[in-house]
T-cell receptor
Framework: EDKVVQSPLSLVVHEGDTVTLNCSYE??????LLWYKQEKKAPTFLFML????IEKKSGRLSSILDKKELFSILNITATQTGDSAIYLC?????????????FGKGTLLTVNP | DARVTQTPRHKVTEMGQEVTMRCQPI?????VFWYRQTMMQGLELLAY????????DSGMPKDRFSAEMPDATLATLKIQPSEPRDSAVYFC?????????????FGQGTRLTVV
């Protein structure tokens, strides 16, 4: 059973559109939730969220976490073709001094000109 | 420019052959992850190490996969014997695990094709 579920699995939009990507999770010892962007190669870090209701923002990207409802959203406004990528959500679980990241399957975003 | 280095970048091998993938984590990082990425399953955690000790390898098929960290600068993932269903991109990532830092830094991956 998947611990981290992302939706939609894929999305096609036009430049200038705003998109919202969803990530829900179910883990025992939640510590943080992370968003990554993966273009052709390795995932690159976008945000780390640990507290509910506090928005993280970087340019046209923003993200927020709801620890009560166990989900996070990633918003991209005024999308550009360069935003086309797989967006991955990962949840950090802690166990004592250890931690591990579990990823969702990702959302494939395609932004057409 | 600190980065995670993986070798080889590409590997094509015949079914039944042994495959060894290598990873050099960022200097000073004490947590190393191995992930496998396929179109169907997405990014799956295979194993991870902290301070060179294996903490969780439950995501790894034990009969053919093995992961080790012979020293702090090298992590290896071995498949023996390899099968066509092992074809995927294998990522290594390392993390600092200090304070609130949890982000993992990824290598460029090893694209494995087993024919």
């Amino acid at each position: 059973e998947d611990k981290v579920v992302q939706s939609p699995l894929s999305l096609v939009v036009h430049e200038g559109d705003t998109v919202t990507l969803n990530c829900s999770y179910e883990v025992t010892n939640f510590r943080s939730l992370l968003w990554y962007k993966q273009e052709k190669k390795a995932p690159t870090f976008l945000f780390m969220l640990t507290s509910s209701g506090i928005e993280k923002k970087s340019g046209r990207l923003s993200s927020i976490l709801d620890k009560k409802e166990l989900f996070s959203i990633l918003n991209i406004t005024a999308t550009q073709t360069g935003d086309s990528a797989i967006y991955l959500c990962a949840v950090e679980e802690s166990g004592g001094s250890n931690y591990k990241l579990t990823f969702g399957k990702g959302t494939l975003l395609t932004v057409n000109p | 420019d600190a980065r995670v280095t993986q070798t080889p970048r590409h590997k094509v091998t015949e079914m039944g052959q042994e495959v060894t993938m290598r990873c050099q984590p960022i200097l000073g990082h004490n947590t190393v992850f191995w992930y496998r990425q396929t179109m169907m399953q997405g990014l799956e955690l295979l194993a991870y190490f902290r301070n060179r000790a294996p903490l969780d390898d439950s995501g790894m098929p034990k009969d053919r996969f093995s992961a080790e960290m012979p020293d702090a600068t090298l992590a290896t993932l071995k498949i023996q014997p390899s099968e066509p269903r092992d074809s995927a991109v294998y990522f290594c990532a390392s993390g600092p695990r200090g304070g609130m830092e949890a982000e993992a830094f990824f290598g460029q991956g090893t694209r494995l094709t087993v024919v």
